[in-house]
């Protein structure tokens, strides 16, 4: 018992070079894998499928629609077309669960989210955007500073393919510089609001400004 | 070879009734019921553990039930939880002299260690006392892996406790220590069910004298 206490601090202690030593390898054994085994395998290396709902519905090119409504001059409704007519930004970064899983060097390809609200015309009074989810339950909101950085976008595609219903398609949010309860699936509308409403998991202890390692822990380096 | 372990909890006062006596000739007591009792709970808190962890961590599983926080909670409070059937138990006179049992290991069991290795299955290379080295082993094993899971699992529960780096390595702990659980539970579970009589001790408290002859000649009840 005491051994196998050792071995998981130890475990704890040496997982950074081990990981990075299993996924090189689970990575080039999947490529030769036939059976697809090794997809069931614990590996940092892929993403974990998250919903707080029992079903989601799915939208397609027909269904699909992104409300943006609140505090703006124009509000409006993007299909998936509209959406892929405007510029796309693409992004190559780390994928960060706050419990702890990544996914290194992802690409997301979308529309930046400040496109969106330019085009919208914020209003003077507004301060934040809340953004739901056709899950019917989700819910997440970022200050509008926050909002119109660069790096936050309405994406379309991920891993250079358009986002299947799992991973949150036809559109989710991305929200590169913060852990990836930020970035939320099947989004569905944005609403700017006045102030900042806590999402969804947020009303359930994580932290609204969801910057990575400089929030929900102690400080570490920002990816 | 050290001499042959004791049953501590046996209590000699209480005269058993004419029916149990001849029954005691062919069965013998092995477990009291705080002992059945532990192990049921313990059982049943690892199969939610288990089944929890499937649909959080199995794709198919996951986008079939979804419920996140829902499922989430449960895990946590199951793998909470865990260790409590063994730490109330504590309380069991007998449940504490099964432990002591458990906790040693003496010369023979290097012998049956030895031939189990061998897959050497004849009952005299075999020597074991009310526990063989096997189960002294994954006793010592799965006691040490849910406390590893219970750690792991607070780190990535509570996000405030660490930083990223040791969440990301706590969970990385998790995924692979959770998957040789898995194996090994299903061993725990196969060998179980290839062995009725084991499964009955746990079941009823007692096993036949013949049985506890054959597979534990040095343990005296």
Redesign the interface.
Known sequence: ?????G??AL???T??T??RGLESFLGSAADKDPTGLTG???N?GGF?????????PHKDEDSYRLKIDGLVDHPGTYTLADLRALPQTRMVRDV?C?????VPDTPFEGVRLSRLLDAAGVRPSAGAVRFTCFDGAYSESLTLDQARRADVLVALRMQDKDINH?HGGPVRLYVAPMYFYKSAKWLSGITVTSDVRPGYWEE?G?DVDAW??RS?????ETT | MRPPETDASKTPDAAPEAGERLAGALRVRRFTPAERWVHRTTAILMGVCVLTAGCLYLPQLAELVGRRELVVRVHEWSGLLLPVPVLAGLASRAFRADLRLLNRFGPHDRVWLRSALRRDARPESRPAGKFNAGQKTYAAWIAGAVLVMVATGLLMWFTHLAPLVWRTSATFVHDWLALTIGLVLAGHIGMALARPESRRGLRTGSVSREWAEREHPLWRP
């Open positions: 018992m005491l051994g196998m206490l071995l998981g475990g704890v202690a997982a950074p081990l990981q069931l395998l614990p940092g974990r499928y998250y919903s707080v709902t029992s079903s989601v960060q706050v419990t702890g899983w990544r799992a359930r994580y990575v390692g929900n822990g102690r400080d570490d």
